[in-house]
């Protein structure tokens, strides 16, 4: 069975940056496309960022283009996402899956406020 176990949220004022991580079990991350997803308040789930187990980043949400990016270490098979600049729109619970998903994990929170 694969389970997700995503770390690194917290609250961080307007402009500030974070660094989220997944830890994988049940599932080798580099032979699948993964992404990290995001659920607002109130709003739908929504793709973030895509990872291929080739090329490497292939996609982001228009909206975070140039402030995020997705990587992933194969040798510990985690899935990290580097975000800076945050701001509000930002906020949301975060959660790693593969594409398409499976099981989803807890996600981590990340506030931004001042």
């Known amino acids: 069975q694969v389970h997700f176990v995503e770390s690194g949220g917290g609250l961080v004022e307007p402009g500030g940056s974070l660094r989220l991580s997944c830890a994988a079990s049940?599932?080798?991350?580099?032979?699948?496309?993964m992404a990290w997803y995001r659920q607002a308040p109130g709003k739908i789930r929504e793709t973030v960022a895509v990872?291929?187990?080739?090329?490497?980043?292939?996609d982001y949400r228009d909206s975070v283009k140039g402030r995020f990016t997705i990587s992933r270490d194969d040798d510990k098979n985690t899935l990290h996402l580097q975000m800076s600049n945050l701001n509000s729109a930002d906020t949301a619970v975060y959660y790693c899956?593969?594409?398409?998903?499976?099981?989803w994990g807890q996600g981590t929170q990340v506030t931004v406020s001042s």
């Open positions: 049940g599932l080798a991350m580099r032979e699948y496309a």
């Open positions: 899956n593969s594409v398409p998903s499976r099981s």
């Open positions: 990872i291929n187990p080739e090329t490497g980043p292939v």
